[in-house]
């Protein structure tokens, strides 16, 4: 069906529905509905009817009843004899709908009702938006029938509305469209294939010379396929082209064809003598052409072919008893052994080379007794090196190799013991038993069984190193107790498990206090504080390190009196007052331990209860508390008592001093006045001994209570302070005497043979007199000089550094220097730590 029969069709339909939309109210485009214009909003229809005899009757004039007006609803509103007359309300008036071909549309008065002059009217294929809704051609119109044809190759399609015209879209091919092919196929859609196809042309390949024949290619089958094509076929010994190579007597040389050899019909046959027949000479005559697999032609004659075999060729010929050649006329015994064939390294050495043995090969003969052979040398038969068994330091089997047969040979083994009781060594051969396995020869033997140490070892042999160190008691966690106090303080400088002279080691599992090891350095403060508290400890605080560090040696009371030039060193004999022979409690007071900031020795004391009282001079021997210290003076002679000494609370608090050969004696008169909050040295007149010379009490008595004392002198001198202040050192002698080479300070090389500067770390005790003497088993190693140790923060961040180090003078190892302050994450080589519990 073409286009224009369709597009006549639908304009068709499109009247017929514009005429039944005129006797409807209702339809699919809303055509004169119940709104006057045919869009929303619109006058309502009034209902009326022409024939209901109602006052709009226009012929009635005695009945009108004027309304107003003339408006359009079919009636004679004004009662001038004629209906909807005139200028009307809303006619003239643009409809509501505006779009599309409803576009310019006007209110009008048809028969009583408003209506448009362009309503919607159903949508039709022509690019125009007819029913008004804003989309042309919308609802695809005139579209959806089938249209073309499915026959053969042919694809039917549908009809749709594409921009105004009714198309046919999917559609393929038309009827007669396409040429018909040779293809099994319906390619013109006229529901027949393949018709009206014949001869195609002559076939591709072939020719029409000689006995051959080209051939036409029909259509059969859809396949354009060769017809009557004759091919060449061998060429016979005749006068015809049967090859169809252009030469009818081609093919055939009678000089060389073995089927024809010499003429037609002559053949050679040599099939019985294992050989191909061949042709050729001259005159031509029957040759061995080949052989077949196996034979082999070794005389040359025609007549017998190929006689001997069966044999393979595998190469030239070698000794192993077979013909590998295939030549009769060859002899294995001719070969030449090979170079090298036999071993000549081990106990091969000057071995000799037997000739071809067959199947055997080429054997060697070898001599020595100790190489390894499957079996004793025999004539025609010697025997044949195997894998050496022996342990017994040769090369049996001459492969470079010694004893290889004992695979555990050199490789390590102990004694299966833990610890240190581990013995080790390495697998060698057993000289009583060369066809035994080698056994395990020692080189490090293990100790016995011990006790347990902090040193990183297994020193009990049960597999578990250092247990029990966690405690802090193990030996090698040496600890001493500060002096007038319950807390522990370690011997040494905080060391690691497994450090030695040489070497301060990895191991961080548990602090150790160690002699003769490197100390434990390049630590920051909170690993020291873990280090501490793995075994239970912690820090010490900066006065229980100090007190442990100025441990004076204890004085043998009665001490010796100053001697010597007056004001020379000896002159002045110098007593702490935490040591003197006698702390006498008198009246409820006594001389307290009080620890206080650049106190000289391991502390200083404090006259308490501080309750304000201040006996005289004479009150004093039985009122104050008293310190006493045995020294023996000349008699008749004019001492002088020097008390370091301050007043805590006030500059008033004071001391009296006395030289008595008994107790508790009298009090000199003279008041010794201390300053506020500062150690100073402060004077006594001078006191002259009597006439015998012996042991003398030299005593301080406390005045006001409150007072504190840090230590006395006794000399001759009362012109010149005692060379004495709160330094002192860590020294087994004479530790208010700084002493250079004593400690490792900055002074001590510590290799004096090689020139320059060393400020080397030295291993833990190994300067024999660098140590607190403390009392008993309380000596404390390294405190001065060596490394410098952390001890309890003052506050976070600020964390003392005590003692010293190896590259510090001698003035800054004194253990009451306490200027240096790290942070958290601070370390260096020189710096360490010892712990307290």
């Given at each position: 069906?073409?286009?224009?029969?369709?597009?006549?069709?639908?304009?068709?339909?499109?009247?017929?529905?514009?005429?039944?939309?005129?006797?409807?109210?209702?339809?699919?485009?809303?055509?004169?509905?119940?709104?006057?214009?045919?869009?929303?909003?619109?006058?309502?229809?009034?209902?009326?009817?022409?024939?209901?005899?109602?006052?709009?009757?226009?012929?009635?004039?005695?009945?009108?009843?004027?309304?107003?007006?003339?408006?359009?609803?079919?009636?004679?509103?004004?009662?001038?004899?004629?209906?909807?007359?005139?200028?009307?309300?809303?006619?003239?008036?643009?409809?509501?709908?505006?779009?599309?071909?409803?576009?310019?549309?006007?209110?009008?008065?048809?028969?009583?009702?408003?209506?448009?002059?362009?309503?919607?009217?159903?949508?039709?294929?022509?690019?125009?938006?007819?029913?008004?809704?804003?989309?042309?051609?919308?609802?695809?119109?005139?579209?959806?029938?089938?249209?073309?044809?499915?026959?053969?190759?042919?694809?039917?399609?549908?009809?749709?509305?594409?921009?105004?015209?009714?198309?046919?879209?999917?559609?393929?091919?038309?009827?007669?469209?396409?040429?018909?092919?040779?293809?099994?196929?319906?390619?013109?859609?006229?529901?027949?294939?393949?018709?009206?196809?014949?001869?195609?042309?002559?076939?591709?390949?072939?020719?029409?010379?000689?006995?051959?024949?080209?051939?036409?290619?029909?259509?059969?089958?859809?396949?354009?396929?060769?017809?009557?094509?004759?091919?060449?076929s061998p060429e016979l010994c005749d006068t015809l082209d049967q090859d169809c190579d252009g030469n009818p007597t081609n093919g055939f040389n009678l000089g060389t064809d073995p089927q024809n050899c010499g003429a037609c019909g002559t053949v050679c046959n040599l099939a019985a003598q294992n050989a191909f027949a061949g042709c050729g000479g001259t005159p031509p005559a029957c040759t061995v052409a080949a052989c077949f697999t196996g034979y082999h032609n070794v005389n040359g004659v025609v007549a017998d072919g190929c006689e001997y075999g069966p044999c393979t060729i595998s190469g030239n010929e070698v000794c192993d008893g077979m013909d590998n050649d295939c030549n009769p006329n060859t002899n294995e015994t001719m070969l030449t052994p090979p170079a090298n064939l036999c071993r000549n390294v081990g106990e091969c050495m000057g071995a000799s080379t037997s000739a071809c043995m067959g199947a055997m090969g080429f054997q060697c003969t070898y001599t020595d007794p100790d190489v390894s052979l499957d079996h004793p040398n025999m004539p025609g038969n010697p025997g044949v090196i195997v894998p050496e068994t022996l342990c017994?330091?040769?090369?049996?089997?001459?492969?470079?190799?010694?004893?290889?047969?004992?695979?555990?040979?050199?490789?390590?083994?102990?004694?299966?013991?833990?610890?240190?009781?581990?013995?080790?060594?390495?697998?060698?051969?057993?000289?009583?038993?060369?066809?035994?396995?080698?056994?395990?020869?020692?080189?490090?033997?293990?100790?016995?069984?011990?006790?347990?140490?902090?040193?990183?070892?297994?020193?009990?042999?049960?597999?578990?190193?250092?247990?029990?160190?966690?405690?802090?008691?193990?030996?090698?966690?040496?600890?001493?107790?500060?002096?007038?106090?319950?807390?522990?303080?370690?011997?040494?400088?905080?060391?690691?498990?497994?450090?030695?002279?040489?070497?301060?080691?990895?191991?961080?599992?548990?602090?150790?206090?160690?002699?003769?090891?490197?100390?434990?350095?390049?630590?920051?403060?909170?690993?020291?504080?873990?280090?501490?508290?793995?075994?239970?400890?912690?820090?010490?605080?900066?006065?229980?390190?100090?007190?442990?560090?100025?441990?004076?040696?204890?004085?043998?009371?009665?001490?010796?009196?100053?001697?010597?030039?007056?004001?020379?060193?000896?002159?002045?004999?110098?007593?702490?007052?935490?040591?003197?022979?006698?702390?006498?409690?008198?009246n409820g007071k006594t001389w307290t331990v009080t620890p206080l900031q650049n106190f000289s020795g391991t502390t200083s004391l404090r006259a308490l209860p501080d309750s304000g009282s201040a006996p005289s001079a004479a009150n004093a021997p039985t009122q104050s508390a008293r310190l006493d210290f045995r020294v023996n003076l000349t008699g008749n002679t004019a001492y002088y008592v020097w008390v370091r000494m301050l007043g805590p609370a006030a500059s008033g608090d004071t001391v009296y001093v006395g030289i008595n050969a008994t107790q508790p004696g009298t009090a000199n008169g003279t008041i010794l006045t201390g300053a506020l909050n500062q150690w100073t040295w402060i004077r006594s007149a001078a006191i002259t001994t009597p006439a015998a010379t012996g042991t003398y009490f030299v005593s301080v008595y406390q005045r006001e209570d409150g007072v504190m004392v840090d230590a006395i002198v006794v000399t001759r001198d009362g012109s010149t302070l005692p060379p004495f202040d709160d330094s002192i050192w860590a020294y087994q002698n004479n530790p208010k005497l700084a002493q250079p080479t004593t400690c490792n300070s900055e002074e001590l090389d510590t290799n004096p043979v090689t020139a320059g500067d060393q400020d080397d770390i030295v291993p833990t005790g190994s300067q024999l007199t660098c140590f607190a003497n403390g009392a008993g088993a309380a000596d404390a190693f390294d405190m001065s000089g060596n490394v410098k140790e952390w001890t309890r923060a003052r506050a976070a961040g600020q964390n003392p550094l005590r003692g010293g180090a190896s590259n510090s003078p001698v003035d800054g190892t004194s253990c009451g220097l306490n200027f240096t302050l790290a942070n958290d994450s601070f370390f260096f080589p020189n710096v360490g730590f010892r712990c307290c519990r």
């Open positions: 069906m073409s286009r224009t029969v369709i597009r006549s069709l639908a304009a068709a339909l499109l009247v017929a529905s514009s005429a039944f939309a005129l006797s409807c109210n209702v339809n699919e485009y809303c055509l004169n509905c119940a709104t006057g214009d045919g869009g929303p909003g619109g006058d309502a229809l009034d209902g009326g009817d022409a024939d209901d005899g109602g006052d709009g009757d226009a012929g009635d004039g005695g009945n009108c009843v004027n309304t107003g007006p003339e408006v359009c609803d079919n009636k004679d509103n004004d009662c001038d004899g004629m209906t909807d007359e005139g200028t009307l309300p809303t006619v003239g008036d643009l409809c509501q709908n505006q779009m599309g071909e409803c576009a310019g549309g006007v209110k009008q008065c048809t028969n009583g009702t408003i209506t448009c002059t362009k309503p919607p009217m159903p949508e039709i294929c022509d690019n125009k938006d007819n029913d008004c809704n804003g989309t042309p051609d919308d609802g695809d119109p005139g579209g959806g029938a089938v249209c073309g044809t499915s026959v053969g190759e042919c694809v039917a399609g549908t009809n749709h509305c594409v921009n105004g015209v009714i198309d046919c879209v999917g559609d393929i091919g038309t009827v007669g469209g396409q040429t018909e092919t040779c293809n099994n196929k319906d390619d013109d859609c006229d529901g027949m294939f393949d018709e009206g196809i014949g001869m195609i042309g002559s076939c591709p390949t072939g020719t029409n010379t000689g006995e051959c024949n080209i051939g036409n290619l029909m259509c059969i089958g859809g396949t354009p396929t060769c017809v009557g094509a004759v091919g060449p017994d330091g040769k090369d049996n089997d001459c492969d470079g190799r010694v004893d290889e047969g004992q695979p555990n040979l050199g490789q390590s083994c102990d004694n299966g013991m833990a610890g240190v009781c581990r013995s080790t060594g390495t697998y060698q051969c057993d000289a009583m038993n060369l066809n035994g396995p080698a056994v395990c020869v020692y080189t490090q033997m293990g100790q016995m069984p011990g006790t347990e140490s902090c040193d990183g070892l297994d020193n009990n042999c049960n597999g578990q190193i250092d247990e029990g160190a966690a405690t802090g008691n193990l030996p090698g966690q040496a600890w001493g107790t500060i002096p007038s106090s319950s807390v522990q303080s370690m011997k040494y400088a905080a060391s690691r498990p497994g450090a030695t002279s040489t070497s301060a080691g990895t191991d961080q599992t548990f602090a150790c206090s160690t002699p003769n090891v490197l100390p434990w350095t390049n630590i920051t403060y909170p690993q020291a504080v873990a280090a501490c508290s793995s075994v239970g400890a912690r820090l010490c605080t900066e006065a229980e390190w100090q007190s442990m560090c100025s441990q004076p040696v204890t004085p043998a009371y009665p001490v010796a009196g100053p001697s010597g030039a007056i004001g020379s060193s000896t002159d002045y004999v110098f007593l702490e007052a935490e040591q003197a022979s006698t702390n006498a409690t008198v």
